[in-house]
């Protein structure tokens, strides 16, 4: 079992910042993959971010790339999405995942990869 808890989560203005945190605790040392998804009202649950924990290889959706950037703290067993220049857009509930399979055909942005999931920390962005 994995236990994911994020953090970081709060109202902010257009064009700010923040930083989300996923902490990571239980048998951390089967985790194959770290993500980040996100949930806005009646949308479906999106892609956001995925390191591979080992290697480190990031991976991005088309809409926060060169904005938003994924990294770790194996110390730590923490994850970080750093998000800058936000938009109204980007308003969600965002959620940290991570895969436990030792092989896995599905891709880091399916959120079906992933069987762990945090209980999500809501990001607000104001025009």
């Known amino acids: 079992q994995v236990q994911l808890v994020e953090s970081g989560g709060e109202l902010v203005q257009a064009g700010g910042s923040l930083r989300l945190s996923c902490a990571a605790s239980g048998r951390t040392f089967n985790i194959y993959t770290m993500g980040w998804f996100r949930q806005a009202p009646g949308k479906e649950r999106e892609f956001v971010a995925a390191?591979?924990?080992?290697?480190?290889?990031?991976y991005y959706a088309d809409s926060v790339k060169g904005r938003f950037s994924i990294s770790r703290d194996n110390a730590k067993n923490t994850v970080l999405l750093q998000m800058n220049s936000l938009k109204p857009e980007d308003t969600a509930i965002y959620y940290c995942a991570a895969d436990t399979a030792a092989w896995s055909p599905r891709s880091p942005s399916e959120y079906k990869k992933y069987n762990f999931w945090g209980q999500g920390t809501q990001v607000t962005v104001s025009s």
């Open positions: 390191m591979t924990w080992s290697s480190g290889i990031t």
